[in-house]
């Protein structure tokens, strides 16, 4: 069971296993709302979490039921039911009442879509599971991924600290340069703002083996916080591209692009550029600040 299922002639066994209670939860909403059936979870027992039960309708015999096993420490389907007498269900599913089964499968495209409609998420929904979703509930999912999203982003902004550490260990003499703003709460973490990254290794392979010659760029980051990446690329003896040395900045402007120079200067040995070749787009604020941070290397579009 998993993304090669073939959800429309998907039936319930006795002994089918699960890792979790909740992934069989996830399985039986899976099940529910891509045949159209409106199962709901009967938590009447006392160990209720250790247990599960799903049922169909109330005049629909369906049922499946399961629990831990100790034994096989798993969550095993003990008991089912897998005749339905119900209809299939096109409107409302209450698997889908609460929007973190949406929420999840849609995680991925929120990633790339953060600002993603609602009238689309109620779209591609109905062709694809058969049930109408309502504005609300598409609003609800909205609301659930950027929540899931916005969580795991802070997450991993706190592990920075514990990764430029592991950075310094590994490799000493790395060129990082991580810029915080203060919070706006009185005694908050600081906010992320900038990070310079170049490993002594790829530093001395461009000073040692490559042509003078650096390609910079930046690119947008595909999330919601937005912010953008800037790389320096070189060219290694065989013509390959070779990278140098990258950033994350919080956008385009001059002062994080003269930021950006004057640490790749400083990494690198630049000075002022003599012998130094620059290729970019004809972003201004970058033009400016290769012109100011190494005003004798030579540039190129
Ligand atoms: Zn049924």
């Known amino acids: 069971m998993g993304a090669g299922t073939n959800w ?34 009967a938590n009447s027992n006392k160990k209720k979490l250790l247990r599960l039960e799903a049922k169909c309708l109330p005049s629909c015999p369906f049922r499946v039921y399961g629990s831990w096993d100790k034994r096989r420490a798993c969550f095993l389907v003990k008991a089912v039911n897998a005749e339905h007498c119900c209809s299939r269900n096109m409107t409302k599913n209450k698997q889908l009442k609460f929007g973190y089964w949406l929420a999840r499968q849609l995680l991925e495209v929120f990633k790339s879509r953060p600002y993603w409609p609602g009238k689309e998420i109620q779209e591609t929904r109905r062709q694809a599971y058969k049930v109408a979703i309502e504005t609300s509930l598409a609003y609800r999912v909205k609301y659930v991924v ?72 930046s690119y947008f980051l595909k999330t919601f916080l937005a912010g953008q990446l800037m790389a320096a690329i070189g060219r290694d003896a065989n ?47 970058l033009l400016t600040s290769v012109a100011s941070v190494m005003p004798m290397s030579e540039h190129r579009h």
């Open 146 to 217: 950027h929540k899931m999203l916005h969580g795991s982003m802070k997450e991993h902004y706190n592990k920075h600290g514990r990764y430029l550490q592991a950075i310094q260990d590994a490799d000493p003499n790395c060129h990082v340069d991580l810029c915080t703003l203060p919070s706006k709460q009185p005694g908050g973490p600081p906010i992320f703002q900038r990070l310079f990254i170049c490993f002594s290794g790829l530093k001395k392979g461009w000073i040692e083996g490559c042509r003078k010659l650096l390609c910079i760029d």
């Open 8 to 41: 429309s002639t998907f039936t319930w066994r006795v002994v089918q296993r699960f890792r979790s209670r909740e992934a069989f939860r996830d399985i039986v909403a899976h099940y529910a709302i891509t045949q159209g059936t409106n199962l709901c979870f």
């Open 239 to 285: 013509e390959q591209m070779y990278l140098v040395l990258w950033a994350v900045v919080e956008g385009e402007n001059s002062e994080s692009w003269v930021w950006f120079m004057k640490n790749m200067q400083k990494c690198l040995q630049l000075g002022d550029g003599v012998g130094l070749t620059v290729i970019s787009d004809e972003n201004p604020a």
